[in-house]
């Protein structure tokens, strides 16, 4: 039995768009440290066409580790946050909820590299909340909540650790309660 963190197809397909979106915004860390490793650009344009029905589940399910090595290629914490966000965005062809994983790393990204870092934290997830379509939101309020499902990303792992949990929660708490109102 597939996990209800998977979601359907379609369902990937829709939130690959969001969390390429969310992705995206921290790629400019990254590429300041890394301008020279593609993988990350590449990686966010992939699960875009993904999303746009351009490519295949099984094609990107193969390729959706390329993007997160790009982390090993750079040092400055915000530049890594930055590749594993494009790594997450590139496995949602695998795994729905990889969604998520991008918008927290984009969050921890903003936060590294900001001054402050808890404001520019709630900022980025503050735009990422605002730019989630009706259509996505439905999507991501199939999956369980972080820590409840051990098959995936939002069991144990990366995504429960203290520096991404909070805001996959944050996160998770608002596309319940617009799914409900």
Do not use: N
């Amino acid at each position: 039995m597939a996990s209800p963190q998977t979601l359907s197809e379609s369902d990937r397909r829709i939130v690959a768009l969001w969390a390429a979106d969310c992705a995206e915004r921290a790629l400019p860390l990254f590429e300041a440290e890394g301008s020279g490793d593609g993988r990350a650009r590449e990686g966010i344009e992939r699960t875009r066409a993904f999303g746009r029905g351009e490519l295949d589940a099984a094609g990107e399910i193969r390729r959706r580790f390329e993007a997160g090595r790009a982390a090993r290629s750079v040092s400055a914490p915000a530049a890594v946050a930055a590749a594993r966000a494009a790594g997450q965005a590139s496995g949602v062809a695998h795994m729905g909820a990889h969604a998520l994983g991008a918008a927290a790393y984009a969050a921890k990204a903003a936060a590294l590299a900001g001054d402050d870092a808890e404001a520019a934290r709630r900022a980025e997830v503050q735009w990422q909340i605002e730019h989630l379509g009706d259509d996505a939101c439905a999507a991501l309020a199939r999956l369980p909540l972080l820590g409840e499902d051990s098959s995936g990303p939002l069991g144990p792992g990366l995504l429960t650790a203290a520096s991404l949990a909070g805001t996959v929660r944050e996160i998770q708490a608002e596309v319940q309660s617009a799914s409900r109102a």
